[in-house]
């Protein structure tokens, strides 16, 4: 409800709503961006890299962030904020629509199959779109083209252990092999 929401919250959706991106943010806090980015950083990716490499990271993620707008404006129309009051209930920034089950759909062939191999790969705490979405969509997609095409391209989904929305970051090992697997 939203009275049991506080003012930043209620702002917040307020300002999401409205199509305001973090990156718009970023780039309001002037001189104070590359602090706020590195900020971010620092608590994501705790002690993954050397001092050096998580400033490297932090000014290459600040000098995209604050560059003109491109397909940052069609976050609010992709992504929709979900709050539960448990922590980790499912709260967070999730995926609007399955875009990937549309797409997927119309690339049919005649056959209902794919014409080409399709591997998708999502982290178990994947903040945009959750290991149960990602699963029931593909049991979908599963549904609409069966197990494979005509001509045997097939359609795979991984979920990687221990890894989030940036699963070669998250579980670089795991990652690795997915892609050599997919890859052959």
């Known amino acids: 409800r939203a009275e049991d929401r506080s003012w930043r919250l209620r702002l917040g959706l307020a300002l999401w709503d409205a199509g305001v991106t973090p990156m718009q943010l970023v780039r309001l806090a002037g001189w104070k961006g590359p602090e706020l980015v590195s900020g971010i950083i620092e608590r994501r990716f705790n002690s993954r890299w050397s001092t050096e490499e998580a400033r490297l990271v932090s000014d290459y993620i600040y000098h995209i962030t604050v560059a003109p707008r491109s397909g940052e404006s069609a976050l609010a129309a992709l ?14 920034v999730h995926a609007r629509n399955r875009a990937i089950v549309d797409v997927l759909t119309q690339a049919r062939d005649k056959e209902g199959g794919l ?24 049991a979908e997609l599963r549904g609409k083209s069966g197990t494979g095409s005509a001509r045997g391209k097939g ?3 991984s979920i990687l252990t221990q890894a989030g929305h940036h699963v070669y970051l998250d579980n670089v090992a795991q990652f690795t092999e997915w892609l050599g697997d997919a890859s052959d």
């Open 115 to 138: 014409p080409f191999a399709v591997h998708i790969c999502y982290g178990d705490t994947d903040w945009v779109f959750t290991a149960e979405l990602c699963t029931a969509a593909f």
């Open 79 to 92: 992504l929709r904020v979900h709050i539960c009051k448990e922590r980790g209930a499912g709260s967070g």
């Open 155 to 157: 359609l795979t989904l």
